[in-house]
């Protein structure tokens, strides 16, 4: 499985982005596709997944109610829309697949493919 993260770039606080991960050769159906951040300095956090099949979403507390994760099948590509942006939000951010479960959704190593980054960078 090959991953490519897009849509990153420059908002200003309040704002909204909308990331973009395309997958090919795949992903299985019975994959999570998750999306990691990683801020300058930080250790690399969990964000938000989605089940490839059915329509289990998770979310780290810190963006609950300002990102969307979602998928287009027929496009293989999962997105993460994110609005009201704040400086805290910035990052480069990372798609990821892998057999990832409910207790494992937020652990890195649940996944075994990832993209390149793209960066999101906010100014307040």
């Known amino acids: 499985v090959q991953l490519q993260a897009s849509g990153g770039g420059l908002v200003q606080a309040g704002g909204s982005l909308s990331l973009s991960c395309a997958a090919s050769?795949?992903?299985?159906?019975?994959?999570?596709v998750g999306w990691f951040r990683q801020a300058p300095g930080k250790e690399r956090e969990f964000v938000a997944a989605?089940?490839?099949?059915?329509?289990?979403?998770y979310y780290a507390n810190s963006v609950k109610g300002r990102f969307t994760i979602s998928r287009d099948n027929a496009k293989n590509t999962v997105y993460l829309q994110m609005n009201g942006l704040t400086p805290g939000d910035a990052a480069v951010y990372y798609c990821?697949?892998?057999?990832?479960?409910?207790?494992?959704?937020?652990?890195?190593?649940?996944?075994?493919?990832w993209g390149q980054g793209t960066l999101v960078t906010v100014s307040s």
């Open positions: 990821a697949a892998g057999l990832a479960i409910v207790s494992t959704v937020t652990t890195q190593r649940a996944y075994s493919y």
């Open positions: 989605i089940r490839w099949t059915g329509s289990s979403t």
């Open positions: 050769g795949g992903p299985s159906s019975r994959y999570t």
